[in-house]
């Protein structure tokens, strides 16, 4: 069965990686982590890639190795010149989109402009935003490794499950006095 699959701030071929993911020695080495974090992508799957992937033409070279469907979202630091030559690697380059309950972005959006839906996005890396309806798919946040969408589903099950727990809680001590 094929699925779907997202991963932001892949950042390959980035000349400072190495400052901001001390856990790397060098960028091949980075490029490679990243790269194995996809290596379970099949020809059947799509991916989302929610921004930050192509710094350098470089990076190119090694997204069309990742099979499946490919769909970029444009974070911060692409180099936007680019784009003809994403458009050879990506099936789609846009911009924020809806995806079913979802709105993909690159940078979160402001919980106002939710209107019901919730957000995957990436952009912040070591910090999490803490509201329940956001979920982070910086490299950082998610062991560097391309996460499911049944994965991110099952994600905010549990969290308003955890909600309805808590408000469950909180209803029956108030009615206690």
């Given amino acids: 069965m094929a699925e779907v699959y997202f991963a932001g701030d892949g950042n390959l071929f980035h000349d400072n990686i190495c400052k901001f993911r001390p856990q790397f020695n ?25 921004g930050d992937w192509v710094f350098k033409l470089e990076a190119l070279d090694l997204i069309s190795q990742i099979p499946g469907s ?24 846009s911009g924020d989109i809806k995806y079913k309950e979802f709105w993909l972005t690159h940078i979160p959006i402001h919980s106002d402009e939710m209107r019901g839906k919730f957000n995957i996005y ?6 999490v935003i803490k509201d329940w309806r956001y979920f982070c798919t910086s490299m950082e946040q998610i062991n560097y ?33």
């Fill in 145 to 177: 490794t391309a996460v499911s969408l049944q994965e991110i589903r099952k994600t905010f099950k549990d969290r308003e499950k955890k909600l309805e727990d808590d408000l469950f809680r909180v209803n029956t001590l108030y009615n206690l006095f």
């Fill in 70 to 93: 490919k769909h970029l979202i444009l974070g911060n630091h692409e180099d936007y010149r680019l784009i003809p030559e994403m458009l050879k690697v990506f099936d789609t380059v």
């Fill in 26 to 50: 060098t960028v091949e080495e980075h490029n490679s982590a990243i790269m194995k974090g996809m290596s379970h992508i099949t020809k059947r799957d799509k991916t989302f890639f929610t």
């Fill in 122 to 127: 990436a952009h912040t890396h070591n910090h």
